[in-house]
């Protein structure tokens, strides 16, 4: 009996063999937790110290995710309305790398992967790239680039959610057909989740950081305006100097306007050419369906963000947008602020509210009789003074401010 016993214990003992195995896929679990867990801390330490940049954020994410999960490079994404911008891109085989350089914006098909993940909200994994029957029918510079140029296979996109609202995604590939497992694809969906983090970070650390500079501008040009009373010259100039920086314009114009004539008054950085054509062409009447004839019609401001009529501000000085606000003292129109970029950008609201507040401080700037023009007198000093007399306005002139056709 007791032979028996002890031979049924032996039977029930787990080999040694089994017992290895277990061991070591205890400790395989185990350093991979320490693996990822010394990537989510990096990661966190690189969000700390990023002071709201995000570059170095999604390189030390795509570093850590295709390090921890075996792929071979990885792409990450942000959405801009129906698109998507490549901004962070590592370990790209050159030949993808210079097509997404090249066209850093995709607009994807239905059948796309980011499309996909954009209906649903949800990670996507493709085993086979092409195998998915949606290859065959995809953009070649977009779904086929990845594995014509990229040599990918197998691929992940993991969605970047703020409160449901899709805001990027995170994709890694293998050159292999070979799917994540599980907790690659929860790794990867923790990166996720950190990065939307560091976006809402950088958003709200730029919100105050603009709005300490714009605070910080308006507080310069109402210290112009009391150092310098009656001189309307220097603070003409702050106001173009902090509205160009701040809403990042090329170049800027403020033009004087009474008895339905603009003259410029002030400028910062214009080109020459156009410099010339302004100061040559002296006061001008705007037609009525130019930039400054709506101006003077709605009193409200005027944004123009593509630029593509043949405009002396367009020829002369490469202007592609441009911001006009009005300058009103009691509800009456004395002169307008103008900001030009050279790439077709549209200004934002809070840059429009901005160039607004600018005007009224340059109206506050102004004597409490001003504009009061003598008769037949058309070019003034920034003080109101007359300096010349300039010939009779010309009527009609279809090119305002270098923003209409000439």
């Known amino acids: 009996m007791p032979k028996r016993d002890a031979a049924s214990t032996l039977r029930r003992r787990p080999s040694a063999v089994g017992q290895e195995n277990e061991f070591s896929r205890l400790r395989h679990e185990r350093d991979e937790a320490r693996e990822q867990l010394s990537a989510t801390s990096e990661v966190l330490k690189v969000i700390s110290s990023s002071a709201g940049e995000l570059e170095p954020v999604f390189q030390s994410m795509l570093e850590n995710a295709t390090r921890i999960c075996a792929a071979r490079f990885g792409v990450l994404f942000l959405a801009e309305g129906n698109t998507y911008r490549v901004v962070a891109m590592h370990n790209v085989p050159e030949s993808y790398r210079e097509v997404r350089q090249r066209e850093p914006t995709l607009r994807y098909t239905p059948g796309h992967p980011l499309a996909r993940v954009a209906a649903t909200k949800q ?3 493709i085993a086979d790239l092409q195998a998915d029957a949606s290859y065959a029918e995809s953009d070649p510079y977009s779904y086929r680039a990845m594995v014509g ?5 197998t691929m992940l996109n993991v969605p970047m959610l703020r409160e449901n609202e899709l805001i990027g995604q995170i994709a890694i590939f293998r050159q292999e057909v070979l799917p994540f497992t599980e907790k690659q694809i929860e790794l990867v969906q923790n990166f996720a989740a950190q990065a939307v983090i560091a976006v809402e970070n950088a ?10 500079e714009r605070q910080t501008a308006t507080s ?8 310098c009373p009656g001189d309307l010259n220097p603070v003409f100039r702050s106001i173009l100097e902090n509205a160009t920086r701040i809403c990042e ?8 306007y009474e008895d339905g004539a603009f003259r410029p008054a002030a400028e910062l950085d214009v080109p020459k050419a156009l410099s010339d054509f302004l100061r040559e062409r002296g006061p001008h009447r705007p037609a009525a369906e130019t930039s400054l004839g709506k101006l003077i019609e709605s009193k409200r401001p005027v944004h123009r963000t593509d630029m593509d009529t043949p405009a002396s501000a367009v020829y002369l000085a490469g202007a592609r947008a441009y911001l006009c606000v009005p300058m009103l003292k009691d509800d009456v129109l004395v002169g307008t602020i103008v900001i030009y970029r050279q790439e077709a950008r549209p200004f934002t609201d809070e840059q429009i509210e901005l160039v607004t507040s600018f005007a009224a401080q340059g109206v506050i700037a102004t004597p409490a009789d001003w504009p009061r023009w003598p008769e037949g007198a058309h070019q003034y000093r920034t003080d109101g003074r007359p300096i010349v007399q300039w010939p009779r306005v010309k009527a009609g002139h279809s090119d305002d401010l270098g923003t209409g056709t000439r």
Do not use: T
């Open 123 to 125: 990670m996507l994994q």
């Open 149 to 153: 140029l990229a040599g990918a296979r």
């Open 203 to 212: 958003r709200l650390l730029n919100e105050w950081r603009q709005s300490l």
């Open 220 to 227: 310069d040009v109402l210290h112009v305006i009391s150092a």
């Open 249 to 256: 314009a090329k170049f800027g114009v403020l033009f004087l």
